[in-house]
């Protein structure tokens, strides 16, 4: 809950928890958050974790790819974020999780995809796919296509 409530925290910065009516602006924030995309986004080349380009909104939509896997890297696995990565282009991609996370004690997140068990630090994204990216447990993005 702790993270949950540091997310809040920097929209309602005199919220302690308890309940409180929310100033238009403020929620104004709030929305834009949650509803923000990029669109024209280029894969990084190289299709290395270095190289991958990093998803700042929660649609996120790459348009240009030069290289088959090229890379993009998801942001912090953080309980309750959702991500939407449209992969519009002709290639593939490869989309990364981070190789650390502070809010998971320096860890690396994962990607699990669906019905797995098993964590890996990237996944191969085909042509004109858009998959969904949900982080229920920390560290932890569950893929669904």
């Known amino acids: 809950m702790d993270i949950i409530n540091s997310q809040i925290d920097k929209y309602l910065t005199a919220w302690?928890?308890?309940p409180q009516l929310i100033s238009g602006d403020r929620l104004q924030k709030l929305a834009i958050e949650l509803m923000n995309y990029e669109n024209g986004i280029q894969a990084g080349v190289g299709g290395t974790?270095?190289?991958a380009y990093p998803l700042k909104a929660r649609y996120s939509i790459v348009n240009f790819v030069n290289n088959e896997?090229?890379?993009?890297?998801?942001p912090f696995a953080i309980p309750g974020s959702i991500i939407n990565v449209a992969n519009i282009?002709?290639?593939g991609i490869t989309v990364y999780a981070q190789a650390e996370n502070p809010h998971n004690g320096g860890l690396p997140d994962s990607i699990?995809?669906?019905a797995s068990s098993t964590g890996v630090p990237s996944s191969g994204q085909s042509p004109f796919v858009s998959n969904i990216y949900y982080c229920i447990v920390k560290g932890q993005w569950v893929l669904f296509f």
Request: proline share 6%.
């Open 69 to 74: 896997s090229d890379s993009v890297l998801l």
């Open 16 to 18: 302690h928890g308890g």
């Open 112 to 114: 699990f995809p669906i």
């Open 89 to 91: 282009t002709a290639k």
């Open 49 to 51: 974790l270095a190289a």
